[in-house]
């Protein structure tokens, strides 16, 4: 049953920096991000002797930011195709068009 928790793994997992010390929610105070709390390396930056790990609180899950990406990869990608259908579409109905027109006069 261990195997199905892989999915869940974001979710419960504790925030724990590289230098191994569980991390503490901090809450930002830059006037990009104000109040919002985000989790960082218990000892701080490396000046400090710390890793100067740090991950928005809010922050999607790198699996959560790396799919979003591929949708919206495929999604450009997805209207890239259709606006060559499109012309491609438009040329087949000129071409429709001048075909009908030299019938016509023949
Ligand atoms: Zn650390």
Known sequence: MSQNLSSNTYAT????????DLDFIRISKTPQNPKREFYGCAKGNKEYGGCGYF???????PVIREEKFNLL?????????????????LEAEASRDWFKDQMKEA
């Open 73 to 89: 990869h495929m999604l450009y990608k997805a209207e890239e195709s259709l606006g060559e259908v499109r012309s491609l579409f």
């Open 55 to 61: 991950r928005w609180v809010d922050d999607d899950t």
């Open 13 to 20: 997992q504790k925030e724990i920096c590289m230098c191994g």
